[in-house]
T-cell receptor, first 112, second 114 residues
Framework: DAMVIQNPRYQVTQFGKPVTLSCSQTLNHNVMYWYQQKSSQAPKLLFHYYDKDFNNEADTPDNFQSRRPNTSFCFLDIRSPGLGDAAMYLC???????????FGAGTRLSVL | DQQVKQNSPSLSVQEGRISILNCDYTNSMFDYFLWYKKYPAEGPTFLISISSIKDKNEDGRFTVFLNKSAKHLSLHIVPSQPGDSAVYFCAASVAGGGADGLTFGKGTHLIIQP
C-alpha cells in the first residue's frame, strides 16, 4: 500500500547529541511536512517542502533543519537536542494545498 | 495564540448515541477544514473535510457542519461505535497558492462507553 513511513518509531538521544529522523513516501506527493506534537498539544508545523522549495515556519528554532534529497525522502535533523525537544515528530505528505494531508505513524523522540 | 480551538479535551458518549465534537477558529482566512482521527501509537488519519463554500458534508456515519459566521464547525458521529474511541483533531488551512500546511486544534479524546 502507498504510505508514509517513518523510521525509527522510537528514538532516544542524549542532550546535545545530533539526531536525524527519517521519512519516506510512496505516494509521489509534491509536499512533505514535519510536525512536532508534544503531549496534549496540537501538532505544530515546523517546516515543509513543496518539491525542492523549503518553507520554514517563523517560530521554528534554528536547532531544527531539514533535507529532502529526492521526492521520496525527507529528513529532520536536530543539531543539539534539548530536553524540551522531546516530542512526537510526525511526517506528512500531500499532493498540494487542497489535498488531504497523509501522516506517518510518527517517531517519538526522548532526550536524556 | 491558538487559531483553532477544541475546548473539550475529552468527551464520553454511550454506544449507539450521537457524538458531537466541536471546533472554533479565529482566522477568517481559513477556507478548508478537516477532521483527523488518531489512535494511540499511530499517526492521525484523515476522516472528513469541508470547504468553506459548503455548510455540510456527509460521509457515512460522519457529518461535518460549518457555520462561517460563527467560525465554528462540528463533527457528528451517528451512531457511535466502540471503534470510534480515539483523539479527534480539527484542522484548518488558509486560502491561496502553495502549500501552507494545516493548523491543528489540541484534540478531543472521544470515549465510547458500552
Amino acid at each position: 500500500d502507498a504510505m508514509v513511513i517513518q523510521n525509527p518509531r522510537y528514538q532516544v538521544t542524549q542532550f546535545g547529541k545530533p539526531v536525524t529522523l527519517s521519512c519516506s513516501q510512496t505516494l509521489n506527493h509534491n509536499v512533505m511536512y514535519w510536525y512536532q506534537q508534544k503531549s496534549s498539544q496540537a501538532p505544530k508545523l515546523l517546516f515543509h517542502y513543496y518539491d525542492k522549495d523549503f518553507n520554514n515556519e517563523a517560530d521554528t528554532p534554528d536547532n531544527f533543519q531539514s533535507r529532502r534529497p529526492n521526492t521520496s525522502f525527507c529528513f529532520l535533523d536536530i543539531r543539539s537536542p534539548g530536553l524540551g525537544d522531546a516530542a512526537m515528530y510526525l511526517c506528512a505528505t500531500s499532493r498540494g494545498t487542497r489535498d488531504r494531508v497523509n501522516f506517518g505513524a510518527g517517531t517519538r523522540l526522548s532526550v536524556l | 495564540d491558538q487559531q483553532v480551538k477544541q475546548n473539550s479535551p475529552s468527551l464520553s458518549v454511550q454506544e449507539g448515541r450521537i457524538s458531537i465534537l466541536n471546533c472554533d477558529y479565529t482566522n477568517s482566512m481559513f477556507d478548508y477544514f478537516l477532521w483527523y482521527k488518531k489512535y494511540p501509537a499511530e499517526g492521525p488519519t484523515f476522516l472528513i473535510s469541508i470547504s468553506s463554500i459548503k455548510d455540510k458534508n456527509e460521509d457515512g456515519r460522519f457529518t461535518v457542519f460549518l457555520n462561517k459566521s460563527a467560525k465554528h464547525l462540528s463533527l457528528h458521529i451517528v451512531p457511535s461505535q466502540p471503534g470510534d474511541s480515539a483523539v479527534y483533531f480539527c484542522a484548518a488551512s488558509v486560502a491561496g497558492g502553495g502549500a501552507d500546511g494545516l493548523t491543528f486544534g489540541k484534540g478531543t479524546h472521544l470515549i465510547i462507553q458500552p
